[in-house]
């Protein structure tokens, strides 16, 4: 029996955990969890989507997307209006306000990257986020989740 601490499980959850921790402490001011600076990005790259197109471009379930886009637009980082293409939809889109957030903080993805990358060689994080894309490809595939993709 593998040891828990060499599961891919365990140390996918453990690396996640860090990346988080060290995601909150830069994201200084407007406080964003990752699911909402992800979110707010695709609204921001992709305006006039609807709310499910934008969970799904996020890979994040309608449901999540619903809570935390509310929370966005709480805010005034989005702001929705009903869709024309369904009675149920809402159109999405990062407000002026949201795209000011993007910009002020969008570098924080390349910093937080390199240092989590850091222990690395140059050819090791090719490598690793090779082998990662790979992994989270297939088994996307695998869950019936062909065509999702995230924006980071």
């Not at 935390?68 to 159109?91: D, F, H, N, T």
């Not at 910093?111 to 090779?130: M, T």
Request: no cysteine.
């Amino acid at each position: 029996m593998r040891p828990l601490y060499d599961s891919v499980g365990h140390l996918t959850r453990r690396l996640d955990q860090q990346v988080s921790l060290r995601f909150e402490g830069k994201m200084t001011g407007e406080r964003l969890t990752r699911t909402q600076f992800v979110l707010l990005i695709v609204a921001a790259l992709a305006p006039g989507m609807e709310q499910a197109e934008i969970a799904q471009l996020g890979s994040y379930d309608p449901a999540t997307a619903g809570v935390v886009i509310s929370k966005l637009e709480a805010r005034g980082l989005v702001r929705r209006e009903r869709s024309r293409r369904s009675r149920r939809g809402w159109i999405v889109e990062a407000t002026p306000k949201g795209h000011a957030v993007i910009e002020e903080r969008i570098a924080i993805l390349d910093v937080l990257q390199n240092e989590v990358l850091s222990p690395l060689e140059p050819d090791e994080r090719l490598v690793f986020l090779r082998l990662l894309s790979k992994l989270v490809r297939i088994g996307n595939s695998y869950n019936g989740e062909a065509g999702r993709s995230s924006p980071m």
